[in-house]
């Protein structure tokens, strides 16, 4: 047997290490494509869920709206779905449960697409019994 010399050792181990780091990377890509074939795509899943899981019209009808006033509040209060202020005068949408308040129109507009709070995403049940 011949004895490598210095420069063939450090030849050998490079392309070693070269094709260990290039049975990594396949793998992980080969799980990265995988995970991704088990999981629905971002849009479809939001477009599926949001057809199944609508608050009930009556549910709907039924949470309680007010009117705003500046009076009746300390602080001005902010709708998280269209992200202003609500100004005096406005209808809003308190949900029970969470007691998180909304613009009447976008309570509306969220819940006929989900049966969640647009904050804490608790689910929104009607008060009234039945």
């Not at 063939?8 to 181990?13: A, G, H, K, T, W």
């Not at 039924?62 to 602080?75: C, K, Q, R």
């Not at 709070?117 to 009234?128: F, G, I, K, N, Y």
Request: include cysteine; glycine fraction near 4%; charged fraction near 15%.
């Amino acid at each position: 047997m011949t004895q490598l010399t210095f420069g063939e050792m450090i030849l050998v181990s490079s392309c070693t290490t070269f094709i260990a780091c290039l049975i990594f990377l396949i793998c992980c890509c080969y799980r990265c494509l995988l995970l991704c074939q088990d999981r629905p795509a971002w849009g479809a899943s939001a477009t599926t869920s949001s057809n199944d899981h609508r608050l009930d019209p009556q549910v709907l009808s039924s949470l309680p709206i007010f009117v705003y006033s500046s009076m009746a509040h300390e602080e001005n209060l902010e709708c998280a779905v269209c992200l202003t202020e609500f100004k005096e005068g406005d209808k809003g949408r308190l949900l029970p449960g969470c007691y998180h308040s909304f613009h009447a129109e976008c309570a509306d507009m969220w819940l006929n697409s989900h049966s969640t709070c647009p904050l804490c995403r608790a689910t929104v049940v009607s008060e009234t019994p039945g």
